[in-house]
Structures are given as structure tokens and as C-alpha cells.
């Protein structure tokens, strides 16, 4: 990241990439007017409207007709293993510069723009910008001096202190080192080892800033009052740090600082903890071939775990902090309870391991199904019989017990150092979704660190600002009028629908009312004839950026679309309320539209419950997967309701064989069938034959606990039909979402 905006500022200077080329990378842009999509077969709609956003730049006009012109030498851009190397078709390869390219890349194929980057960097600057540098303490260590402190900034995971001791025995200082972490009551210590230190030319060590924030001026005041001519010139000062905002500045500003990255991949987590193991501690418990087999099932797990986290919401909803500790204290219960036990514990090792170690963590439900059922492929007799895969490729497996520790190293030294989604039980495209979401995090941050004022091509930020402010006050449409709404559709005990709908109205109206009037205080703002507020400046930046305003999300439902698509979908809600008000009940509710979704399904339970007399703690839904679409079923279900709308992440629905199956290379997402929810009452859910389904509101799937005891983002657990095992759908991560970010 730092290379590319070191080689783009270069650029900018220079007047070879034009502002509003670099904007439309950073953060897209708003389509003008909407064409129909050319190839929906393999093009999704997030890239369409990109494509048609790009052909409004002046250097691209005429792009998305060339684009449907041919379609084919795309199509095989898109396709290919390397995109961002391929050629484009027509005059557009030889008309658009390196830059230029990587705009048509974002639209087409925006998991391999991190790829691209390197690429530019490479061509721009050299290649020696891209390649990572090996951590050396000595490199450091020359340029510092006895002024100059030396700060580690610490990443979860990593602990450099090993490396500093070990840096310390090569330079003869091992003994002449004193080291102490941070803490309440520690800084009297720490100053008086300081002192001594500076007098006798030691090193010293202080671990951990971050825990002692109010003792951080001190340590400030003693570094600026190092005196050059009276210190010992071999005193060393060497912190560590995790990113605190109470870290002071000016010995950020003064100091050398170094970073180690965690290990990454599985492969990387193995090795780390089998240097830690010794042949004594391998050989050390009576039932050796049960522990060495048990023991690598163990390290897989934990590898596993820490690596699902990077395929955000596929892996896990939340992303846990799990550490070696939760894997050493495992390491040494199995020990434990191979000595203790005649047969292998089994279900004894899973519960302590999946619901104590590492479950003590796990806040989530459905993290915590999904956890158990990963921890049941490597807690089991199979593991122990010779050359037992992990992994459908085989690549992954056991090895003869027989081995030592190098052994050991050897086989994980072998491994391929990228993780396949296998290993996971993730389908090949959550590798896709993985490099779009590292992409996107990349185009944010950079978009952060712009400066926030300056002009574009002769337009200036104000009016933009003022030119988007306009365009969404004209699409807005006006809040509904509740007094009509409460007399066509008054409070019914035999219809909880009417309740449902005015409670809509009044969210959807209050959003409304917040957008117009937020809207025309900016632009009175920008005329000068109101004072510009904090707040109405965050907004402006917001929309300058095609992020939703904050203050519009805090009354809003949640969604992740960039600003032009969420005003968007938000004239669609109300146009679904306003048919339901003007038509009556809908035959089929898209449930994607409610602003609060729980209290739709509360309604269709009660009015059931109140039609049959049955008390509505013992009714709760059964599930069908309809066979006609939307627009082919004009009648309600005479019990429940019918619901549309919905995408499938992880999987897809056939609807031939009318039941989940794999989903299609590079489709991430698809549409569901229309679903009926049929309450039932003192109902047994099925034992087989199907797949409890979550739906969850946006992509991002995890939520915050409200009042309710809901999770904000989780709406409700359907069952969908299929002929695998429910486990491989729940390594799958497959849910429903109701709206997807673009």
C-alpha cells in the first residue's frame, strides 16, 4: 500500500493520472443512466454498473458499448487465471495507460487488484519496492543510538522478545540486558533500571507500553532528557508497543521502529509450533502413537481455526483473537487424558477443546455449530490409522507415527504455502470473496489518507458535493402519510399485518424526514447561509466518497451499499410499502424490505395462533421451497406467508433437482426460491434430509445483542432440502442474506 501511493503521488505530480480516474479507483462512482445487462449469464450486477460508471470519464466515453460489442475476448479476461496480465481487446489496450487498466480490472475482476498494484509498483518504481524485506535486528540496530529508542509495534500473535534475547547472546549483551513489562505500579522500576542503564551503558527493555498509558509522559520526559554528551554511547532503549493512541507522539516521531508480521497460513502456524516441540516431549506419554497422531490433528485445528478468520463472515461471523495458549493448555489435557484413560476420550477431548478452550471465546451460536463440527474431522478414531487425510486432495494427512521431530518438520516444510479452501471445507470461490475483501479494506484505507481538499478537472469538491445532494433530494421519495394509513388499516386483533405496517411507515418516514432535512442544511451549508457543522462536514465528505452519512445509518436498517445503490434500494422499500397501502396485503412479501423483519414473522405466528386458538409458544414455522416464482403466485397461502428476495452465500439452489448444491466457479452469490413459512403447531423438526439455513440482513452476518435478545443482523433459521450431510453445508459458511453490498 505504501508503494502504490508513493508511486501514484509521483504520478500525480507529474500530471500522468487524472483526479477523476483516481477517484472512481478509490471509491466508484454513481451510474447516470442504466443500461440493460449485456451478458447476465456470467456478468454479475455490481460489475455492469461499474462498467457503466467508468464510460462517463471522459477517457473511457463509449467503453461499455465497445464492451457488449465484444463480449468474448472479455469474457476470457475475466476468466483467466491472471487477468490483470491479459490484454484488452480492441483500440482500448493501446489507448489506456498501466493506470487506466487497473480501472477496467475493478470493474471486471476486483479480487485481483492487490495483484495489479504489484504489477504498477513493478512497472513504475522497480521491483525491489514489492519484494518483502527480511526482518534483520542488526540492520536496526546500526542506525540507532544511545538517543534513538527502538520500538517493536506489536501484531496479535507475534512476540519479538524471543528475537531480541536472541540478538542480544549474538551481540554480547545477554547479560547486560534487564528487561520489564509494563504495568500498574511498575514505573518507578522501570525509571530507576533506566537511569543505571544510561550510566553503565546496558540495554533495556520495556515490554508492553500500551498497559501503562498514564505512565507514558513520564517515559516521555525521560527520553527528551537524555543528555548526547554525558550517556553512555552503548545504552539502548528497546519498546514494545501494541498501536495505542496514548503512545506518545515525539518518540514515535524520534524513534527506529519495526514491525513482525503473524505467521500466515497453515502451513506456517504448523511450523511455529512444532520448533517449539522437542523428541523428548513427543516421545513423553505412554500411548505414543495415539499422542504423536493426536497431536498434529490438534495443531491442524488450531491452524485451521486462526485461518478461517481471513475469509471474513464465509469462516467465521465474528473474527476471534484465538491464541497458542488456547492450543498449549489443549496439548496438555490430551496429554492428561491419554495417561489417565485406557481408551482414547473422544468425547471428553471435543468438549474440552470445543466448548471450554477454545468455545470460551465463541459469543455466536452458529460460530459455535460450525466450530464443533470442524473440531469432529480431527477428534476422531480414523485419525489414527496411517496416512488418514485431511483433505480431499490427500495433501493434508497423517504421517507414520514412527517419525521424530525432523520427521515432522520435514512433512510441514513440504506443504504448499498457500492454503486451499479445501483444507477448510470452504468451496474455491471463498478465496475469491477473501481477495475482494483485502482489495476493498485496501481502497478504503487508502481513501482515508487523501487529503481532503482539493479541485477535479475544473469541478471542485463543494460542487460535487452540492451536484450529489441534488441528485438524491430529486430521487427522494416523500415520507407516507401515516393518518391514512392507520384508517385503511386499523388495529385488528384477527390481523397483525395492520400493526406491522404502520410500524413501518413510522421507521421508513423518520429516515425520510432525517435525509430531506440533513440534505438541505448541507446545501444551504455550502451557499454560505447556515454555519457549516462538524457534522454536516462529515457528510459532505461521505458523499463525496459514496459512503452512506453516518447520521443517515443510525436511524437507518443496516446495509453495507456504497452511497448511489443504498439511495437506490431505499426508493425500492418504499415503493413495496406504498403497493402494499394502495393494494392491499401482497401475496408475496419481499423480505428484504422491512426495516425490522422479526416483527413480520411475529405477526404471521400470531395471527395463526389467534385464528386456531393455540398459544403461540407452541407454534413455529415449517419450511417449503416453492417450485412457481414470485411473480407466478398472485394469491396468498391460505396459513403463513410466502417470502422472496433472498441470496444464497456458499451454495446455490437447483431447481431441478430441488435441493441445494454446489455453487458455479466465480458466481459468489445466487437467488433463493421463493420460501413458505407455514406455522405449525408443537412441531419436530426433520432428523435428516436437510440443512438448517440462517438469513442474516447484510453480508457482514454478525450484529450486536439487542433488547430483544436478537442479534441485530440475524432474522430467522430455515430448512432447506439436500442430500449431503448437514455438516458439509456448515463448513460450507452457506446462509441467506437479504441484501448483498453492491
Not at 480431499?392 to 518438520?409: A, F, H, R
Not at 440534505?519 to 459514496?546: C, F, I, P, R
Request: hydrophobic content about 40%.
Amino acid at each position: 500500500m505504501f508503494a502504490f501511493l508513493v508511486c501514484a503521488q509521483i504520478l500525480i505530480n507529474d500530471g500522468q493520472i487524472d483526479m477523476d480516474e483516481w477517484r472512481f479507483l478509490l471509491s466508484g462512482g454513481t451510474i447516470k443512466e442504466v443500461q440493460e445487462n449485456p451478458a447476465p449469464d456470467w456478468l454479475n450486477e455490481r460489475a455492469w454498473g461499474d462498467i457503466l460508471t467508468l464510460s462517463n470519464l471522459k477517457n473511457f466515453s463509449g467503453f461499455a458499448n465497445d464492451f457488449a460489442a465484444s463480449l468474448s475476448a472479455f469474457r476470457a479476461i475475466f476468466d483467466s487465471h491472471e487477468p490483470q496480465r491479459r490484454p484488452l481487446p480492441g483500440k482500448w489496450d493501446a489507448e489506456l495507460d498501466a493506470f487506466q487498466k487497473l480501472l477496467v480490472l475493478r470493474c471486471l475482476r476486483g479480487d485481483k487488484i492487490t495483484n495489479a498494484m504489484q504489477d504498477f509498483v513493478a512497472l513504475n518504481l522497480g521491483r525491489h519496492f514489492i519484494e518483502p524485506q527480511t526482518a534483520d535486528l542488526s540492520i536496526v540496530f546500526r542506525d540507532s543510538s544511545a538517543t534513538t529508542p527502538l520500538v517493536f509495534v506489536l501484531s496479535p500473535g507475534t512476540d519479538p522478545a524471543a528475537d531480541l534475547y536472541k540478538f542480544a547472546e549474538e551481540m554480547k549483551f545477554s547479560k547486560k540486558l534487564s528487561a520489564i513489562s509494563l504495568g500498574q505500579g511498575q514505573g518507578p522500576r522501570a525509571e530507576a533500571m533506566m537511569h543505571s542503564a544510561m550510566e553503565q551503558g546496558n540495554w533495556v527493555f520495556f515490554q508492553n507500553c500500551h498497559l501503562a498509558p498514564s505512565w507514558m509522559p513520564s517515559l516521555e520526559r525521560l527520553i527528551e532528557g537524555i543528555d548526547p554528551n554525558k550517556v553512555h554511547q552503548d545504552f539502548r532503549l528497546w519498546l514494545t508497543s501494541l498501536p495505542s493512541n496514548r503512545f506518545p507522539v515525539s518518540i514515535l516521531q524520534n524513534s527506529s521502529k519495526m514491525t513482525i508480521e503473524p505467521p500466515r497460513g497453515v502451513k506456517a502456524n504448523l511450523l511455529k509450533s512444532y520448533i517449539s516441540f522437542s523428541d523428548d516431549f513427543l516421545n513423553s506419554c505412554p500411548k505414543v502413537t495415539e499422542f504423536k497422531s493426536l497431536l498434529l490433528s490438534l495443531c491442524f485445528f488450531h491452524g485451521n481455526m486462526l485461518e478461517r478468520r481471513k475469509f471474513g463472515p464465509l469462516g467465521f461471523n465474528i473474527p476471534y483473537e484465538f491464541t497458542d495458549g488456547d492450543l498449549r493448555i489443549c496439548i496438555s489435557q490430551l496429554k492428561m487424558f491419554l495417561n489417565e484413560y485406557t481408551d482414547v476420550p473422544y468425547k471428553v477431548l471435543k468438549y474440552t477443546a470445543g466448548e471450554i478452550n477454545y468455545g470460551g471465546r465463541v459469543t455466536d451460536d452458529w460460530d459455535r455449530r460450525c466450530m464443533m463440527n470442524i473440531l469432529e474431522d480431527f477428534y476422531k478414531p480414523e485419525v489414527l490409522t496411517p496416512e488418514f487425510a485431511y483433505s480431499e486432495s490427500g495433501i493434508y494427512k497423517q504421517i507414520s507415527t514412527s517419525s521424530d521431530l525432523d520427521g515432522y518438520l520435514q512433512y510441514i516444510r513440504s506443504l504448499p504455502l498457500n492454503d486451499s479452501p479445501e483444507l477448510f471445507g470452504l468451496h474455491d470461490n471463498a478465496n475469491i470473496t477473501f481477495a475482494q475483501k483485502e482489495t476493498f479494506a485496501l481502497l478504503g484505507a487508502i481513501l482515508q489518507l487523501q487529503p481532503k481538499t482539493f479541485t477535479l478537472g475544473g469541478c471542485s469538491r463543494e460542487e460535487l458535493v452540492e451536484e450529489t445532494a441534488n441528485e438524491i433530494l430529486a430521487k427522494l421519495p416523500a415520507p407516507m402519510d401515516l393518518q391514512e394509513v392507520i384508517c385503511k388499516y386499523p388495529l385488528l386483533y384477527e390481523e397483525s399485518m395492520n400493526t406491522v405496517l404502520v410500524q413501518e411507515v413510522i421507521r421508513y418516514n423518520s429516515l425520510l424526514e432525517v435525509i430531506a432535512q440533513t440534505l438541505k442544511d448541507l446545501l444551504k451549508a455550502l451557499k454560505g447561509l447556515v454555519v457549516m457543522s462538524s457534522q454536516l462536514e462529515l457528510m459532505a465528505n461521505s458523499l463525496y466518497s459514496n459512503s452512506v452519512p453516518t447520521v443517515w445509518n443510525t436511524k437507518a436498517y443496516p446495509s453495507l451499499k456504497p452511497l448511489a445503490s443504498w439511495v437506490n434500494d431505499l426508493v425500492q422499500r418504499v415503493e413495496f410499502l406504498q403497493k402494499w397501502i394502495s393494494h392491499g396485503i401482497p401475496s408475496v412479501f419481499w423480505i428484504s424490505g422491512f426495516f425490522f423483519p422479526q416483527a413480520f414473522l411475529t405477526g404471521t405466528l400470531q395471527n395463526f395462533a389467534r385464528k386456531s386458538v393455540i398459544s403461540i409458544d407452541n407454534i413455529s414455522f415449517s419450511f417449503k421451497v416453492m417450485k412457481e416464482s414470485a411473480s407466478e403466485l398472485s394469491r396468498p397461502p391460505s396459513e403463513g406467508c410466502y417470502i422472496c428476495g433472498l441470496f444464497l452465500e456458499g451454495a446455490r439452489w437447483d431447481t431441478s433437482a430441488f435441493q441445494l448444491a454446489e455453487s458455479r466457479p466465480k458466481e459468489l452469490y445466487s437467488e433463493m426460491a421463493v420460501i413458505w413459512l407455514l406455522p405449525v403447531a408443537n412441531r419436530k423438526p426433520p432428523a435428516a434430509g436437510i440443512y438448517l439455513c440462517p438469513i442474516y440482513k447484510t453480508l457482514t452476518r454478525a450484529g450486536t445483542l439487542s433488547t430483544t435478545g436478537h442479534s441485530t443482523n440475524y432474522v430467522i433459521a430455515v430448512e432447506i432440502p439436500t442430500d449431503k450431510p448437514e455438516k458439509h453445508w456448515i463448513k460450507r459458511g452457506t446462509a441467506l442474506i437479504c441484501a448483498l453490498d453492491f
